[in-house]
């Protein structure tokens, strides 16, 4: 007997979002352009506001209310008080709950597709960077369980920050744990991780797994001349692949494919590739 052939999802994912920088007109444009794409859902990942005060968490669920989609929400550095330290310390997470899910790792899914929500927010570090993430083995173990539950399914992380920064960006603090996450999406079975914090947008595969940067989607702290952007990944025929949108000279548009790609580091597998061309099934290297 022939399985049925698999509908094609469509999964909008937006990033720094950041209420508390964002002009309104960017909002009306965002939410016609994501109106016109159709998604079957929506996935923000993280750092919905500038300073977690209450009137941008107001304006980040008006703004979740208008998107009359699904929508998956994760956590990110800018969403726990920062000035605050009380606060911080005793109830980060507690404007986050109020105002948009009573989750953190919250789980989205329909017949083919599923969300998974990974919190890499912590309220502080070791070091002095404490916007960088953590993820700890419990969270992996248990994003892994939810993965078996949801086995048949595109199963695709939502977290803020990346299991690894592209190897041109000097960062000082990537993801702690971030290599035991990546091993950990792949033993998984996950197809696609998608990520923000880093308000640029790039998208590639490695080792079968598509890797989504989304860009800051409205707010006006820019990063490197890159534009506001979201992006659509799109899974169809077993393949999952993105397309980054982005605010050019005022109208929303296709991201254009870089002129040169980014420099792989040396010894470094992963190629940008970007639009993201699709992948067939299976766990076929990206490195060429
Ligand atoms: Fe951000
Ligand atoms: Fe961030």
Redesign the pocket.
Known sequence: MTQPAKAVRRIAVLA?LHFGTVNPDAIEALLADLEAAEPHAVAIA??LTLRAARGEYEAAAGFLARLRKPVLSVP???DIPAYNLLHRFADPFGPWRRYISPETEPVWHDDQVALLGLNTVRRMALHLDW?AGRVSRPQLDRLAARARDLAGRTLIVVA??PPRHPPELDRAYPLARGDLAIETFLDAGIAAVVT??LHRHDAYHDRGMLFVQAGTALSSRLVGGQPNGWTMVTVAGGSVRAQARALIDGTWQDAPRPDQPRPPARGDRVRSAYPVPAMPPGRASAAE
């Open positions: 720094d993280g750092d990110g550095n800018h916007s803020h920050h923000g914090h």
